[in-house]
């Protein structure tokens, strides 16, 4: 038994090892766009599809956690590439992290006079806006410089408990 599984783990130990973006800064675990762009988003907490997102309610202390095709370029990562405001422009309070190919902008607690803001201001809309298309410039990107072909936007409004995310 044992000589019969050594071709096959051969055979899957040199696909794994063949797979990749070579020399084009891309990293080895990269996952095709069914669009067939070279950057996508592929999952993300409020339901994306190519261009919105499903999830119109979110909570006030709600991590947004964003899934790309490929291992994002942290320098590319901002309040242009991503952008979160309500319509009067005042962003949430919070911080992106990067790791691998995910993005999650992580509210931030804050206190003031005794009084906890969960980074989403209660009840109110933000317009949350991926860059991409025609403002590809200001795109996150993938490490061999790959930007979204399309921009990616939705509005949600901060109407959830605290901790009754959608997941």
């Not at 762009?37 to 006030?60: N, R, W, Y």
């Not at 911080?95 to 993005?103: C, Q, R």
């Amino acid at each position: 038994m044992r000589n019969a599984l050594s071709p096959l783990f051969f055979v899957a130990a040199l696909a794994f090892t063949s797979c990749g973006g070579g020399g084009d800064g891309s990293s080895p675990f990269r996952i095709p766009c069914n669009t067939g762009a070279p950057f996508c988003v592929i999952q993300c907490d409020l339901g994306c599809s190519q261009t919105s997102f499903s999830v119109t309610e979110i909570a006030e202390n709600q991590r947004l956690k964003f899934r790309f095709s490929d291992e994002v370029d942290p320098a590319t990562v901002n309040s242009a590439s991503i952008s979160i405001r309500t319509a009067t422009g005042i962003a949430p309070a919070g911080d992106f992290e990067v790791n691998g190919p995910e993005v999650v902008f992580i509210p931030r607690v804050t206190t003031a006079a005794g009084i906890s803001s969960f980074g989403f201001q209660r009840n109110e809309a933000y317009i949350i806006t991926l860059a991409g298309g025609s403002s590809i410039a200001q795109s996150v990107t993938n490490l061999a410089g790959d930007g979204l072909t399309q921009e990616l936007s939705g509005t949600v409004v901060a109407s959830l408990e605290i901790g009754r995310a959608h997941v």
